[in-house]
Each structure stands twice: as structure tokens, then as C-alpha cells.
């Protein structure tokens, strides 16, 4: 399969056509695409038509996407819940906090290491944080996902409380978030975004076609950061916290984005 040589300017890695296909379906809503719209935008990275064709069957093959009888291509399978995660994750709904914590706690035991994994990765969709081996937690604030928490039950047979911690006297609730997310980070990585769409909001409004191979990187890797969102309460993320601005500039970012990678691909 092609892949773009080349680090972009954002620090993400090069893209495979696969990867290019995937986000820009997974950015439109419904996720369904002309084939010709989805050959244009490839060509913004140098994929030649073959190259996409040949990724679009091995996705087809996959289970990732279906060919339908116009020549569009829709998501199918885990693609579209991870669409489905990435626009929650972008909407950023939440509940009022009422000060209480969600634990869930594993079950001791050795599990393979496939197993460990796999229920890590869904701990963490779940958007829990591991305080020690076998107990997660998270602030009460989020709606429950009974799927998910029924495929960790399977892996892991989890017990699930909601509690008060109590903590010592000289730590609060959001000495205790800092300490299971590294808020610090997400936040760092937030500013450098923001920046990022910042600088390229001029070039994109001008209708420079150079600015959409870099755009739509800078997209691809705002919505990732969306997902690795804890969504903690208010009172609990740090003052300034950039959550908010990160979205509402996105919103406008993406607005315009999509303008222009629809008059590109015609």
C-alpha cells in the first residue's frame, strides 16, 4: 500500500492511503463518499488512483467500508464506532458532577497478554484512569456505556462502584485527577493545535490548495486529541483548562476545511 514520505509540519506520522481513507470518511457525516471524491483527496498526499482503488478492496476486505451500488464508499464495522467515539469526543457531553467517583476493580488473576491489553485499551474508552494494578477511576460525570463496560466484565469481571474517596487532608479531588491524567500534557498539545489552526486559517479562507494536505493532517490529529480527553468535571482540570477554546476554534476550523476539500475534489 503507498504511504506519504515525510514527517508533516505538525509531527504526525507519514499516511498510508488506508489512513487517508479512513479519516476522511471517518470526518463526514454520514460517513459515505464518491469514490472520485475519495481518489481527489488522496491526490492532495500523491497517491496515485491505483493505490486507493487497491487500499479501498483490502478495506472492503477488512470488514472497514462497503462498496455500494452507486461506487460510494460507506464505513462499516469498528470504523464506524470509532466514529461514533470521535464525535462524542468532540461534542464533549457531560453530566454535573456530584463529587463522586466511578471504580471499576478487576478481578486478580494472570490473564494473557492479549487480554491485558485489550482491556486497557477498553478502560480507556471508557475514560478511566489505572490509580494500581486492577483499580480504575474515574469522576462520576460521564453517561454509562453499558456495551463497553459489559466487554470489560467479560475480560476482566469487574466489580463497579460508585464511592466518595476520602482523601488526606491535604489533597482534593483534583489533586487526585492530576495524578491519574497528565493534564499538563493534553493541555500542551491543545495550545500547539490551536496554533496550528490558527496559522492555516488564513491560507485556507485565500483557497490556497496547499494548505489542505497540511489542513487535513492538522484535523485528523485535533480529533485524536478530542478522544484522549479525560472530560473531567470543571473543578477538577486546571484553571485556563483549553478543552473549550480547542473546540470552538475547531468548529470554525473545520467549517471552513471541509469548504474547501469539497471545492478541490469537485
Request: glycine share 8%; hydrophobic share 40%.
Amino acid at each position: 500500500m503507498g504511504r506519504v514520505t515525510g514527517m508533516s509540519e505538525t509531527g504526525e506520522r507519514p499516511l498510508t492511503a488506508r489512513s487517508v481513507l479512513a479519516s476522511t470518511l471517518l470526518g463526514t457525516d454520514p460517513p459515505r463518499l464518491p469514490v472520485s471524491f475519495l481518489v481527489r483527496t488522496c491526490a492532495l498526499f500523491g497517491l496515485a488512483e491505483g493505490t486507493v482503488r487497491t487500499a479501498l478492496s483490502r478495506m472492503v476486505a477488512a470488514g472497514e467500508v462497503v462498496r455500494d451500488g452507486d461506487g460510494s464508499y460507506s464505513l462499516t464495522g469498528e470504523l464506524i464506532g470509532r466514529q461514533e467515539r470521535q464525535q462524542r469526543s468532540r461534542a464533549a457531553v457531560t453530566r454535573d458532577w456530584s463529587g463522586r467517583w466511578r471504580l471499576a476493580v478487576v478481578a486478580p488473576g494472570a490473564r494473557p497478554a492479549a487480554e491485558r491489553v485489550e482491556l486497557r485499551r477498553l478502560m480507556e474508552r471508557l475514560r478511566y484512569a489505572e490509580q494500581r494494578d486492577g483499580v480504575w477511576l474515574r469522576p462520576d460525570n460521564l453517561a454509562r456505556s453499558p456495551e463497553l463496560e459489559a466487554a470489560v466484565d467479560e475480560l476482566g469481571r469487574c466489580t463497579w462502584f460508585v464511592a466518595d474517596p476520602e482523601l488526606p487532608l491535604d489533597h482534593s479531588d483534583a489533586d487526585l485527577a492530576a495524578a491519574l491524567w497528565d493534564l499538563d500534557a493534553w493541555a500542551q498539545r491543545a495550545d500547539e493545535l490551536r496554533r496550528s489552526m490558527h496559522s492555516l486559517l488564513g491560507e485556507l479562507e485565500s483557497g490556497e490548495r496547499e494548505s489542505l494536505a497540511p489542513g487535513f493532517v492538522l484535523s485528523a490529529a485535533v480529533l485524536r486529541h478530542f478522544v484522549a480527553d479525560p472530560l473531567l468535571p470543571r473543578e477538577l482540570t486546571p484553571r485556563d483548562w483549553p478543552g473549550p477554546a480547542l473546540r470552538r476554534e475547531y468548529d470554525r476550523y473545520d467549517t471552513l476545511f471541509r469548504r474547501r476539500l469539497r471545492e478541490w475534489s469537485g
